[in-house]
């Protein structure tokens, strides 16, 4: 059974930075493509950052360019967000979920989440 | 970037009713279009994918159609359990989801 764990949610300040992981199982991670989606609360899901499998090519939503960073680490199984420079608007529960392939392709499928507040 | 709009934002059903969820591109996407069902709390589930395609598991009261940038999922007889907030999502050029369309009991 293909199962998704985050880790790493919690309450920051603006501007700090924070590091989310996601630990796979079930799979053989290394040949898919991993993807982070968030959901501030009460409003809609986000693509905010994809990379692809063996090889691990980033992509990012315009809205975290320059500010978080995507990478995988495929001997542990698990993908991980670094986040800087965080903003109130950054505050969301962050899932993150499996391609389908070993790049563009839907979510399936998703984690449970992990939340990331951003405040004073 | 490809914008994704549902319609309508919110849907007012009782069980057994036909309901019909579309959702346009901003440009056509092929079919490279899937469908997730959202529950408060809970991850998304995905319903469809490549536009049509029923995921393994899912209720063949669901259902896709469209192709280019139109698109529609429709459960022909809503359930109890169907009543949720429903996106769209393209993965045609990166990805990108509609703003969701929660089904709600009238």
């Known amino acids: 059974e293909v199962q998704l764990l985050e880790s790493g949610g919690d309450l920051v300040q603006p501007g700090g930075s924070l590091r989310l992981s996601c630990a796979a199982s079930g799979f053989t991670f290394s040949l898919y493509a991993m993807s982070w989606v968030r959901q501030a609360p009460g409003k809609g899901l986000e693509w905010v950052s994809a990379?692809?499998?063996?090889?691990?090519?980033?992509f990012y939503a315009d809205s975290v360019k320059g500010r978080f960073t995507i990478s995988r680490d495929d001997s542990k199984n698990t993908l991980y967000l670094q986040m800087n420079n965080l903003r109130a608007e950054d505050t969301a529960v962050y899932y993150c979920?499996?391609?389908?392939?070993?790049?563009?392709?839907?979510?399936?499928?998703w984690g449970q989440g992990t939340l990331v507040t951003v405040s004073s | 970037d490809i914008q994704m709009t549902q319609s309508p934002s919110t849907l007012s059903a009782s069980v057994g009713d036909r309901v019909t969820i579309t959702c346009r591109a901003s440009?056509?996407?092929?079919?490279?279009l899937a469908w997730y069902q959202q529950k408060p709390g809970k991850a998304p589930k995905l319903l469809i994918f490549?536009?049509?395609t029923l995921e393994s598991g899912v209720p063949s009261r669901f259902s896709g159609s469209g192709s280019g940038t139109e698109f529609t999922l429709t459960i022909s007889s809503l359930q109890p359990d169907d009543f949720a907030i429903y996106y769209c999502q393209q993965y045609n050029t990166y990805w990108t989801f509609g703003q969701g369309t929660k089904v709600e009991i009238k």
């Open positions: 490549k536009a049509s």
């Open positions: 440009q056509s996407i092929s079919s490279w």
């Open positions: 979920a499996k391609s389908t392939g070993p790049v563009t392709n839907w979510f399936d499928p």
């Open positions: 990379i692809s499998g063996s090889g691990g090519s980033p």
